[in-house]
């Protein structure tokens, strides 16, 4: 067990829709990191925040956001829902901004029917 | 830019053989470098990082990785694995200083398939 947990562990919904999936990092980590998993794009850095402030982007796509709140805990919001996002999405988290050991969590499966 | 590249997609091997599961990285600046192991339905677990110092790297489960500079790469090995070694094994870098975003970038992965 790596301390982060996500919710919910299996999504299916349908295009066009929207969901929030939801990471509560280990205690004491201040930084949560967002990747998505895939078969054809593998694993790719979606966007981290470090103390309820965005640090980094990577190829996040627009009609996906995210957020930290007070509590350190995060969602990753996906909006009008396409087939090709239908993924694993893991949260990590780590104790400061430097990244010189992430805690994954077990990931959300997305299906986009 | 940084990539990393995972050399082999698969490796099969018995029981109680070595392996090697090799990984090249290309990055203009110095990096951190990162084993994760990927069971079946679950989420990545570190195997072993190199931040610095020994370029011999120890890990969980008796994996160790070898950092080389002038080659680039950082190659994993285990000189007798498990069925229970059977997983998805991710290279992974990060940029070391101020460029250091937190932002992992990762290989394709490698299959090792334990064979009795």
């Known amino acids: 067990d790596s301390g982060v947990t996500q919710t919910p562990k299996h999504l299916i919904t349908a295009t066009g829709q929207r969901v929030t999936l939801r990471c509560s990092p280990r205690?004491?980590?201040?930084?949560v990191y967002w990747y998505q998993q895939s078969l054809d794009q593998g694993l790719q850095f979606l966007i981290q925040?470090?103390?309820?402030?965005?640090?980094a982007k990577g190829n996040i796509l627009e009609r996906f956001s995210a957020q930290q709140f007070p509590d350190l805990h995060s969602e990753l919001n996906l909006s009008s829902l396409e087939l090709g996002d239908s993924a694993l999405y893991f949260c990590a988290s780590s104790v400061g901004r430097v990244v010189t050991e992430a805690f994954f969590g077990q990931g959300t499966r997305l299906t986009v029917v | 830019a940084q990539s990393v590249t995972q050399l082999d997609s698969q490796v099969p091997v018995f029981e109680e053989a070595p392996v090697e599961l090799r990984c090249n990285y290309s990055?203009?600046?110095?990096?951190?470098l990162f084993w994760y192991v990927q069971y079946p339905n679950q989420g990545l677990q570190l195997l072993l990082k190199y931040l610095s110092g020994s370029t011999l790297v120890k890990g969980i489960n008796g994996f160790e990785a070898e950092f080389n500079k002038s080659q680039t790469s950082f190659h994993l090995r285990k000189p007798s694995v498990h069925i229970s070694d059977t997983a998805e094994y991710f290279c992974?870098?990060?940029?070391?200083?101020?460029?250091?975003?937190?932002?992992?970038?990762f290989g394709q992965g490698t299959t090792l398939q334990v064979k009795p």
């Open positions: 205690s004491g980590d201040l930084s």
């Open positions: 992974a870098v990060s940029e070391v200083g101020s460029g250091n975003t937190g932002k992992l970038i």
């Open positions: 990055s203009s600046v110095s990096v951190y």
């Open positions: 925040y470090y103390n309820g402030e965005e640090r």
